[in-house]
């Protein structure tokens, strides 16, 4: 399956912040233990490089790692190279765009306009995420798509377990969830890793919602 298709499919990214070579494989652990399919290591996470290999060499057949927080190609190719199955970026920068393109890498670049959701299409993107999604609220998701009905959008941004189905509902195709899923820095001890695959489970098991 293609990476983007298992995202669609999966539609909750992990976002995790501040993460490093010790506790990044317990974070996955948990996060797997969970039922979620996929995770964004962000770039400014010191030794970024060394923590995406370590969680590929751990974790690579149980869930998806990517990187987020990218903002050029430099930052991209070293993140690729390292093992990243695809980039997420909170800004659109078409020079990595043509570069993950090369590499034949899902790039998925942050967008907030119709104009500039447009510019990532025409420059090869397959994906965007819309953010900061909380800034405009579902609604805006739904009034973007309407004209633009060919857009895969993920939303990144303030996604909580009470809005993320409205976002759903509203055409997003995934949810990128940050801090309120995972707050690296706040994972001590086995409780808070075993807390941690608790709110996984419930965010998992809010999604059967959707249809129910």
């Known amino acids: 399956m ?6 669609k499919e999966n539609k909750i ?6 993460a490093d070579e010790k506790n990044i494989v317990p974070i996955l652990k948990s996060l797997t233990d969970g039922g979620v399919k996929a995770v964004e290591i962000t770039a400014e996470t010191p030794q970024v490089g060394r923590v995406i290999e370590t969680a590929v060499n751990h974790m690579n057949a149980e869930i998806i790692i990517g990187a987020g927080t990218v903002l050029d190609p430099e930052t991209a190719r070293s993140v690729i190279m390292a093992g990243a199955k695809f980039i997420v970026s909170p800004t659109l920068n078409t020079e990595t765009l043509k570069l993950t393109n090369r ?4 790039n998925i670049p942050g967008v907030l306009t119709p104009t500039e959701i447009l510019k990532a299409y025409e420059h090869g993107a397959e994906m965007v995420k ?7 609220g579902p609604d805006y998701i739904k009034n973007i798509l ?3 009905p060919h857009v895969q959008a993920m939303v990144t941004g303030g996604i909580t ?3 993320m189905n409205e976002y759903l509902s509203k055409g997003s195709v995934a949810v ?3 801090s309120n899923l995972v707050n690296a820095a706040k994972l001590k001890t086995d409780e808070d890793y075993q807390r941690l695959t608790e709110r996984a489970k419930q965010y998992v098991s809010k999604l059967k919602e959707i249809n129910s």
């Open 2 to 7: 293609k990476i983007i298709d298992s995202i």
């Open 13 to 18: 990214v992990a976002v995790i912040r501040k």
């Open 103 to 106: 590499y034949g890498i899902l």
């Open 130 to 136: 819309v953010f900061p999604a909380d800034a405009f």
């Open 146 to 148: 309407g004209p633009l």
């Open 161 to 163: 377990l009470e809005n």
């Open 176 to 178: 990128g969830i940050g």
